[in-house]
């Protein structure tokens, strides 16, 4: 049964960067793309943006355009992302998700990784 | 921007209850709609997707439409494991997700 496996949780202040791993186990890495999606407390969610694993094109939601990059290791089945200049609005719990398209379902979550912005 | 609203936003209900949640967009989404289940703490579950697709796996007392402009999702007859909040998700040329309702007892 494919799944997703996160990093762990994360302290960080305000106008740090965070990078956040998701490792991809029993499907072809290659064969999908990862969207990533946060969640603040209480809130719905809400999409970062997509990376495709097997060519690594991306496409980025505008409200964080300037401050998101995804990358992936095919050598590892692992995706990354990583969010810069951090605020304390940013504290939310990070979800990777498969994707086949930036402009599709997402069929498998991964556990999420908290991500906490405090001074 | 493509903006989706939930109603209601919390539903009280009993185990057999048949129960439609409602998600209207305020443009045309086609048929680019997929419905998740989430648990406290849990990452959300993919239910359907293009409106009426049943995701593998998923019991079959979900079902997924479209009447007029309003998506629904149907729970036919709601189970103890079925209490928990609902999310609505356009994909496509964005992707946003409804505000959420909730299910409870």
């Known amino acids: 049964q494919a799944q997703l496996v996160q990093s762990g949780a994360e302290v960080k202040r305000p106008g740090a960067s965070v990078k956040i791993s998701c490792k991809a186990f029993?499907?072809?890495?290659?064969?999908?793309?990862i969207s990533w999606v946060r969640q603040a407390p209480g809130q719905r969610p809400e999409w970062l943006g997509w990376?495709?694993?097997?060519?690594?094109?991306?496409k980025y939601a505008q409200k964080f355009q300037d401050r998101v990059t995804m990358t992936k290791d095919t050598s590892t089945n692992t995706a990354y992302m990583e969010l810069r200049s951090l605020r304390s609005d940013d504290t939310a719990l990070y979800y990777c998700?498969?994707?086949?398209?930036?402009?599709?379902?997402?069929?498998?979550w991964g556990q999420g990784t908290m991500v906490t912005v405090s001074s | 921007d493509i903006q989706l609203t939930q109603s209601p936003s919390t539903l009280s209900a009993s185990v057999g209850d048949r129960v439609t949640i409602t998600c209207r967009a305020n443009?045309?989404?086609?048929?680019?709609l997929a419905w998740y289940q989430q648990k406290r703490g849990k990452a959300p579950k993919l239910l359907i997707y293009?409106?009426?697709s049943l995701e593998s796996g998923v019991p079959s007392r979900f079902s997924g439409g479209l009447s007029g402009t309003e998506f629904t999702l149907t729970i036919s007859s709601l189970q103890p494991d079925d209490f928990a909040t609902y999310y609505c998700?356009?994909?496509?040329?964005?992707?946003?997700f409804g505000q959420g309702t909730k299910v409870d007892i």
């Open positions: 998700a498969r994707s086949a398209q930036y402009s599709d379902s997402f069929d498998v």
């Open positions: 029993h499907y072809t890495f290659t064969s999908y793309g």
């Open positions: 990376i495709s694993a097997y060519k690594g094109n991306t």
């Open positions: 443009q045309s989404i086609s048929h680019w």
């Open positions: 293009l409106t009426s």
């Open positions: 998700h356009h994909y496509g040329s964005s992707s946003t």
